[in-house]
């Protein structure tokens, strides 16, 4: 069995929202949206050859998952924009659903990590710019 596929069977068959497979390394997060990569990325794991199974993939995930060298993409849903971006970058990539937009959590505008990457096209300003809009969110949030 490959990296990617052992990294989808084991997606869907436990509640992890991101898994990834490198050999006999495994890593497997339940998380939000992106703030699992976003945690990884900022405790400098190395994600490098990685093969990453996830559920939701926009461009912002896509953008992080670049930055990581992450190999093999699987997105159990995954938007256009995502697409576009893999494709340029020719990272492998392949999913279940396609959508036109990840929506926000009310379903009533794009999520902010896509809001945030739509004009960008560098994955390292991309960090940036997301780590600035989840820490905007972060101040906002009622908890």
Do not use: F, W
Not at 4 to 15: G, R, Y
Not at 59 to 67: I, P
Not at 70 to 79: G, H, N, P
Not at 93 to 101: E, I, L, N, P, R
Request: aromatic fraction near 4%.
């Amino acid at each position: 069995m490959s990296d990617i596929e052992k990294a989808i069977e084991l997606l869907e068959n436990s509640d992890a929202s991101i898994v990834l497979v490198k050999g006999e390394s495994i890593i497997q997060k339940k998380g939000r949206g992106i703030s699992c990569l976003m945690q990884m990325i900022q405790e400098h794991t190395d994600l490098s050859g990685y093969s990453c199974a996830d559920k939701v993939v926009g461009k912002a995930a896509a953008m992080l998952m670049d930055y990581a060298s992450i190999s093999d993409i699987y997105a159990e849903v995954i938007s256009e924009t995502a697409i576009d971006y893999l494709n340029e970058e020719k990272i492998r990539y392949a999913y279940g659903t396609a959508v036109k937009t990840i929506m926000n959590d009310a379903k009533t505008d794009m999520c902010p990590m896509e809001k945030t990457v739509v004009d960008i096209h560098d994955p390292t300003l991309a960090l940036k710019e997301l780590n600035i809009t989840m820490m905007r969110l972060r101040g906002q949030s009622k908890e």
